[in-house]
């Protein structure tokens, strides 16, 4: 199972871009990066998916440099809403039922 | 919308009781996950399951046991309740069992173990 990193935590100002990156230096092949967004007392919402190069959609852009190692989840313009925390997911697009989540950012956005 | 029920937001049980959690699906998923959620672990998959009557431990299924008697419904077990179990405990369901099928999350119950 590849393994991810990211930052702990990170703290924003309303209005600014953010940018998490999420480290998986052994993804496999056939693995897909997955975000998920978590406010609390909630249970965690699918933010967005990619395989390589870059994903957007109405919420967020996902950026997979090529040698696939690293993902970045940009948020474009925060607001307060948006404080929350973020998990970076890597596992298979088929063979394996394993999946497993990466400890989170805890994104903080200051009026 | 998908929706992800779990049968009790708040739980407070004492050492050796046993303990049920129930989480049912509305969307005819196939597959259903039990997560724990701790302070500084975050998500720890302890069982999921992808048909009826089957299932296959995740990461921390010590102390744990599901049911899955029907298709909507997965149920998580503790058999003899801990102190170390205390912890957030999330339900998710997919249409299909891999990381590209979006999981949907029910609220959370939050068990307390004295």
């Known amino acids: 199972l590849a393994k991810t990193t990211q930052p702990i935590s990170m703290d924003s100002y309303e209005g600014q871009e953010v940018n998490i990156t999420c480290s998986h230096n052994?993804?496999?092949?056939?693995?897909?990066i997955t975000w998920y967004q978590q406010f609390p007392s909630q249970g965690p919402r699918f933010i967005i998916q990619g395989y390589k190069t870059k994903v957007t959609n109405e919420v967020a852009s996902l950026f997979i440099p090529a040698d696939r190692k690293s993902s970045t989840l940009s948020l474009p313009r925060v607001s307060l809403s948006d404080t929350a925390v973020y998990y970076c997911?890597?596992?298979?697009?088929?063979?394996?039922?394993?999946?497993?989540f990466g400890k989170g950012t805890k994104l903080s956005v200051i009026p | 919308d998908v929706k992800v029920t779990q049968s009790s937001r708040y739980l407070v049980k004492r050492t050796g009781e046993k303990v049920f959690l129930e989480c049912v699906q509305d969307m005819d998923h196939e597959n259903m996950f039990w997560y724990r959620q701790d302070p500084g672990l975050g998500l720890r998959l302890i069982y999921f399951s992808y048909d009826v009557k089957m299932k296959e431990k995740g990461d921390i299924p010590e102390g744990y046991s599901v049911s899955r008697e029907k298709k909507e419904r997965f149920s998580l077990i503790l058999e003899s309740a801990s102190t170390n179990q205390t912890s957030m405990y999330l339900c998710a369901s997919s249409f299909g069992p891999t990381s590209t099928d979006t999981q949907y999350f029910g609220p959370g119950t939050r068990l307390t173990v004295l």
């Open positions: 052994n993804i496999a092949t056939n693995d897909y």
């Open positions: 997911l890597v596992g298979p697009g088929a063979g394996s039922y394993q999946l497993t």
